[in-house]
Structure formats: structure tokens, C-alpha cells
């Protein structure tokens, strides 16, 4: 049962707060004990943002980041390597690969990966338009930056099947192996396992 | 340094979440990045409750607790005993009291307690409000119940000072002492030793 507080309009702040995700009722209650301290005027800049952001937000056409502009900062950057895309999930982890600083070819955002326990197939995923770029050519290497899941192999091999009689584009997967930092004795065994049998040549 | 992202709205949007307390540009991020997969109408949910509340909320005029009407629930309410004032710092003490079901009596919601080092002086806080109260005569008894930290016994001796010449006005704190369920050997020994100068006649 939700508590009913002494006033309706904190009741609704709160029942909103609290919709977001990992956020309880008592976070949720703090958070809107913070708006009521901090000014109107930051309160409203907050909603604004929010508000904006909702309704005005774009998706690169041909990579389906999130970008303020039809085709994103990265796809119309001319110092990158458009011979290059690199498939992921979604946009944190375009993020996640861009602040390795490694990496300086183009992305394709999925917007998921197919799993057939929570509904979604390939039909949901964007990987018809991955074909699409592709088969427009000038793509020589194919990056499948997915997740180590069950869901993600299975999404792989789903564009592999895909992609496979593209003679003249490479398929390459991220490596697995160890973390760095990681201790032997604290990997889990098929990691380890992994890391064997995929073992490199030492450059001293 | 702030991480700059692929949208200017997307980065606005994720500055404005991590300003709010205990939330940091991941979290933001992730909350972010969930009102961009509901319905757009949700999200002017949100923002219309917070906004609403920021720019409609009132303060019971007595109390000082937040209500919709001038006069809260609370005061208002006749099945009350407005004998009984129990003042509080903030309105998440009025709830958890309210919660404990123990109490019904009215609140005095102070606004904080005294605090040399962050700069609250007794003038900020709504003692004179309070003192007016009982000096409006029909209060038989104070509770103090504040926290249990030099601030609060700061305060608490401050108030006493204010309201020790009302000798028909009796005065209280809340009792001080081992938390229900605590073991007697993880105790700190200011309580513990608390718990012994103040023990009561025990009830079989």
C-alpha cells in the first residue's frame, strides 16, 4: 500500500519519482524534498531539459545514436574510418567503446538483442538497415561489439547468417578473456578457460 | 570533467539528473535514457507533477508542514489533542511519527535545528512561530523530538530556554535508549550507558 502524505501535490511528485526506475518511495521523497528546498527557477530549467529532450530527441538515420542532428556527429565526422562499423547494443555502449579512445570507425546501434523471452526478434532490432549498409559497400569489417550473453552470441549469429555471404567484409567479434587487474584464482572457469584457448603470443 | 555526448539535449538532460542529490552521471544517464523509452505523455506526467508542486505548494500556516489548504490536516483535524505539540525538524519527521501511530497530538515543524557551522541560526528556523503557539495558550505539554545529535540537544536547549518561564507547559524528549531488537553487546556505550541511568520500572 503507498503512504498518502499530508498533501495531494507531494503525493503525485513522489508516485512520479518513484516510477523511475531503481528509485523507491523513500528516495523518491527526498528527491522532492530537494525541489521544494532548490529554486523555482532550477526546478523548472529540470523539467524543461526533460521535456525537451523527450520531444525533440533524434536518432542518426544511418547509425541510430542519438544525435541532435539526421545523421550523428560520428557518421558525418570525415576523420573517421568509414570502412569500419562496429555493432552494438545501445547507445551507452557507443559511449563505453568511445571513451576507450581505441576505436576510430563508425557504430550501429541495434536498440537491443534478439531474445525471445522478453519478445523481441530480429524484426524489432536494426539490423535489416545494418544489411542495408553493407550491401551500399565500402565496408570492409563488420565489429560484433555485443554483450558476452546468451542473447548477444545468439544476436551474432543471427547477423552472421546475415553478412556470411559478403565475401569482402570481415566479421570480427570483441576478445574475451580476462579483465585487466582480474586474479587468476577469482575468474570464473569458463572465462579462464576462454583465455587458454585463445592465447596470444607474448610481445615482451 | 564532464563527459560530452553525442546530443547537446541528451547531455543537458543528464546534467540536470546528476545535480539532483545522490545521483550521479551514470544513474543519470540510465534514468535518462528510460524516460526516452516511455510514451511522451509520461514524461510530461513527470514533469507537470514536479512543477505543479514547486510552483503550488503551501506550507500549513501553523504547523509549517506541507499541505494543500492554508491550515493542514493535522490542525485542522478535531479528533486531535491540541494540547500536545511535538516539534519536529523537517516534514519527513512529522511522517515518521504519524507512521508510529503512537501520537495525536499536533506538529511543530521547525525548518532544521541549529547549526552554527552551516549557518542556521535560531532565526531561521520557526521557534518564535512555536512560541507564539504556546504563548496562545491551551498547550499543556511539548515534545521535543528531535535527532539525537549536538544540533538537536542544541536546539532543545534553546527552546527550553524560550518556553521555561510557562510553568503550566510541560516539556519532554523523546526517551533515549536501546532500539528494539538491538543486542545488548553491539551497542555504543553512550546509549548503552544511557539506557542504564534511565531505566524504567519493568512491566511483566
Redesign the interface.
Same mark, same amino acid.
Not at 531539459?49 to 533524434?58: I, M, P, S
Not at 545514436?65 to 541532435?68: C, L, Q, R, V
Given at each position: 500500500m503507498e503512504?498518502q502524505?499530508?498533501?495531494? %501535490?507531494?503525493n503525485?511528485?513522489v508516485?512520479? #519519482?518513484a516510477?523511475?526506475?531503481?528509485?523507491g518511495r523513500k528516495?523518491a521523497?527526498? %528527491?522532492?524534498?530537494?525541489? %521544494?528546498r532548490i529554486d523555482?527557477d532550477?526546478?523548472?530549467? #529540470?523539467?524543461n531539459? %526533460?521535456?525537451?529532450?523527450?520531444?525533440?530527441?533524434?536518432y542518426c538515420r544511418t547509425c541510430h545514436?542519438?544525435?541532435?542532428t539526421d545523421v550523428?556527429?560520428?557518421c558525418s565526422n570525415p576523420q573517421r574510418d568509414a570502412s569500419t562499423i562496429c555493432v552494438v547494443e545501445?547507445?551507452?555502449d557507443?559511449?563505453a567503446v568511445e571513451?576507450t579512445m581505441q576505436y576510430k570507425g563508425l557504430y550501429h546501434v541495434l536498440g537491443g538483442v534478439i531474445s525471445p523471452m522478453d519478445g523481441i526478434g530480429p524484426g524489432d532490432l536494426e539490423i535489416e538497415s545494418l544489411v542495408d549498409r553493407v550491401e551500399a559497400g565500402g565496408v570492409k569489417e563488420v565489429i560484433l561489439a555485443l554483450s558476452s550473453t546468451m542473447e548477444g552470441d545468439t544476436t551474432n549469429f543471427y547477423i552472421y547468417r546475415k553478412l556470411m555471404h559478403h565475401d569482402d567484409v570481415e566479421l570480427t567479434v570483441l576478445a574475451r578473456g580476462l579483465s585487466i587487474n582480474d586474479e587468476l584464482q577469482y575468474t570464473d572457469e569458463v572465462t579462464l578457460g576462454r583465455s587458454l584457448v585463445n592465447r596470444v603470443p607474448f610481445k615482451g
Open positions: 503512504q502524505y499530508s498533501s495531494a %501535490l507531494l503525485r511528485a508516485d512520479e #519519482f516510477k523511475l526506475p531503481g528509485i528516495t521523497m527526498r %528527491l522532492v524534498l530537494h525541489t %521544494l523555482a532550477k526546478v523548472d530549467g #529540470f523539467c531539459a %526533460l521535456h525537451t529532450l523527450r520531444h525533440e530527441v533524434k545514436n542519438i544525435s541532435d550523428c556527429q560520428i545501445n547507445i551507452q557507443v559511449m571513451s
